[in-house]
């Protein structure tokens, strides 16, 4: 069934997963960082218990249970705390997803170390290409870096490494569970240190906002849950580098949205940036095929 309309995922994978910078914007006024992700991934943390008990789906316990947290605190609570805490003290937008940018090159690199994954000329073309135009998209909001000192250069590199860890820990020890209970316990991982940094650093006052709910809602039900379902199954069906050239293509998604929503300006340098960035991903990705697995039980 999933094999059908496994082609479909990618594009809907990018699409979904490019909001998620809208909802940041809508979010960021209203909470401090790791206090609104605490709260998000609670809330997924809980919707997807839920479902998975409903189902008669059991939580995985012992090492599966540990790797899934593991998965959950790099993917989630690293990726995303550091990139909420390095833009909320200063970082610039541009400068922040130029460096997240680097992403997929080193999941490449790491799925070829760990992984097995064949590294080709092609992945090496597309990556060159899709960090091309993630310059070009973001070079109109460069400007001043804002501040750039180790307190939001540190956690923005780390939420390259997070992620791009957290994919290949997820490919190797546990792709094969129930993506409802497994993603319940990446977010119970991912809500730990999150929830011990929003303790130990913030205040924790909220403001109560018709936007933070509508952000708080949108992306735990359409993100936290949604776009990680895809790239879970993405994950598990392909290999790791072409799963991981996809986000190429987000900063250009979302400078498009933020035109529509914002009426921001698209330059004719973003626009090349966006197809360049396209580009890269076709050539990373175009040989890409459904992997076969074993059945999980």
Same mark, same amino acid.
């Given at each position: 069934?999933?094999? =059908? ?16 910078? !809208?909802?940041? =914007?809508?979010? *960021? ?69 130029? !460096? ?21 000329? =092609? ?51 546990? #792709? ?30 909220? &403001? ?36 991981? #050239? ?10 498009? *949205?933020?035109?529509?929503?914002? &009426?921001? =300006? ?32």
């Amino acid at each position: 069934m999933i094999a =059908r309309f496994l082609w479909l995922f990618p594009p809907l994978f990018v699409l979904l997963w490019s909001t998620g910078f !809208i909802g940041a =914007r809508y979010s *960021m006024p209203h909470a401090e960082p790791f206090t609104f992700l605490a709260m998000r991934f609670a809330l997924a943390l809980v919707v997807l218990v839920a479902l998975a008990l409903s189902c008669g789906v059991g939580l995985p316990r012992g090492r599966a249970a540990f790797h899934s947290m593991v998965a959950g605190a790099l993917i989630h609570g690293v990726y995303l705390g550091g990139l909420f805490y390095a833009i909320r003290h200063g970082l610039n937008a541009g400068i922040a997803a130029l !460096i997240v940018g680097l992403q997929p090159v080193i999941t490449t690199m790491l799925a070829g170390l760990f992984l097995g994954d064949r590294i080709e000329a =092609r992945h090496l073309a597309g990556l060159a290409l899709g960090l091309c135009g993630i310059a070009l998209v973001v070079s109109p909001k460069l400007g001043s870096g804002g501040d750039l000192g180790f307190q939001t250069l540190a956690p923005v590199f780390a939420a390259a490494f997070g992620i791009s860890i957290g994919t290949i820990w997820q490919k190797k020890f546990a #792709s094969g569970l129930d993506l409802r209970a497994g993603t319940a316990l990446q977010y119970c991982g991912a809500l730990v240190p999150t929830l011990a940094l929003a303790f130990l650093l913030e205040t924790g006052e909220v &403001d109560w906002t018709g936007e933070l709910v509508f952000a708080l809602v949108w992306l735990t039900l359409v993100l936290s849950i949604g776009a990680i379902f895809l790239m879970m199954v993405l994950i598990r069906e392909g290999a790791v580098s072409s799963v991981a #050239s996809l986000m190429y293509l987000t900063p250009g998604v979302t400078a498009v *949205m933020a035109y529509w929503l914002f &009426d921001e =300006r698209l330059t004719a340098v973003q626009l090349a940036g966006l197809v360049l960035a396209a580009l890269g991903v076709a050539v990373s990705t175009r040989r890409w095929t459904r992997r076969q697995v074993p059945p999980t039980a």
